[in-house]
C-alpha cells in the first residue's frame, strides 16, 4: 500500500517529465532506427554486388562496430564527432554549432544499427533462391524490376523477425545516451529517484514504460510480419 502511494506521489509530480524523456526515448529510437534502416540496405547491397574496396570498407565497419561496446562508440562517436564536426567549420570560417541532443543521438545510434542491419539484410538477401531472380530475368524483367517485385518481396520475411530485434535493441540503448547529458527516459528516472529519493518507483515506473513499448512493437511487427507472409505457405502446411 505504501508503495502504491509513493508511487502515485511521484507520478504525480514527475509524470510529465516521464513522458517528456518517453518522447525523447521514442524520437531518438524511431530516428535511428530508419537511418540504420538505410545504412543496412546500402551496405548489404555494397556487400554483395560491390567492388572489392568497397566490400572491404563496409567488412572494416560492420566488424568494428559489432565489436566495440555501445557505451563506448556512444561516448567516442559523440565527443570526437561533435569536436570534428567543429573544428571542420572553423576551417572552412563558419561559427561552431551546438548539436542538439535528439539529432546527435540519431546519429550517434544510426551509425551503431547501421552494422547489425547491414548484417540482417543481408543473409535475407542471401537466403533468396537465385532461381527466383533467374527466372524472372528470362521472362524479361529488368535487374531492378526483378529486385522491386521477387527479391525484395521474398526478403521482407526473412528480414522482419531480425529487424525487429534490432528495434527492440535501439530502444533500450537509448538509455545509453543518459551518459553524455541527453535528457531521455532513463536520465529522467535517474533524476526523478535523486530527488524524490523514491528509487524503487522511480525505476519501476521506467521499467513499466520501456515494457509497454516493446509489448506495442511486438504487436505491431507481428502484424506486418502477418502481412509480408500473406500468401506463403507456412511449414506445416507444406
Known amino acids: 500500500m505504501d508503495f502504491i502511494l509513493s508511487t502515485a506521489n511521484l507520478l504525480h509530480e514527475w509524470g510529465p517529465n ?7 526515448t521514442l524520437q531518438i529510437a524511431f530516428g535511428a532506427y530508419l ?21 572491404l570498407f563496409l567488412e572494416v565497419y560492420t566488424t ?7 557505451l563506448v562508440l556512444i561516448l567516442l562517436l559523440y565527443y570526437a564527432g561533435t569536436s570534428f ?23 550517434v545510434l544510426g551509425l551503431v544499427q547501421g552494422a547489425y542491419s547491414t548484417e540482417v539484410i543481408r543473409g535475407a538477401l542471401l537466403a533468396v533462391p537465385k532461381g527466383e531472380t ?6 524479361g524483367m529488368s535487374k531492378f ?13 526473412l528480414a522482419l523477425p531480425g529487424m525487429a530485434n534490432l528495434w ?17 527516459l532513463a536520465l529522467v ?7 524524490s529519493r523514491l528509487f524503487l518507483e522511480a525505476f519501476v515506473v521506467a521499467a513499466f514504460l520501456y515494457l509497454c513499448v516493446t509489448l506495442l512493437s511486438n504487436y505491431f511487427f507481428k502484424l506486418l510480419e502477418r502481412r509480408s507472409t500473406r500468401g506463403i505457405p507456412k511449414l506445416d502446411q507444406v
Open 64 to 70: 568494428i562496430i559489432r565489436a566495440v561496446p555501445e
Open 145 to 157: 524490376k526483378a529486385f522491386r517485385r521477387v527479391i525484395l518481396p521474398a526478403m521482407i520475411p
Open 134 to 139: 533467374d527466372a524472372a530475368i528470362a521472362f
Open 189 to 195: 528516472t535517474k533524476q526523478a529517484a535523486a530527488k
Open 85 to 107: 564536426l567543429n573544428q571542420l567549420l572553423e576551417a572552412l570560417g563558419f561559427n561552431t554549432v551546438d548539436i542538439s541532443g535528439v539529432a546527435a543521438g540519431i546519429a
Open 168 to 184: 527492440m535493441i535501439v530502444t533500450k540503448d537509448t538509455a545509453l545516451l543518459a551518459v553524455v547529458g541527453f535528457e531521455e
Open 18 to 24: 516521464f513522458l517528456r524523456g518517453l518522447t525523447a
Open 35 to 55: 537511418l540504420g534502416l538505410v545504412i543496412g540496405i546500402l551496405g548489404a547491397l555494397g556487400k554483395i554486388y560491390g567492388g572489392r574496396f568497397l566490400k
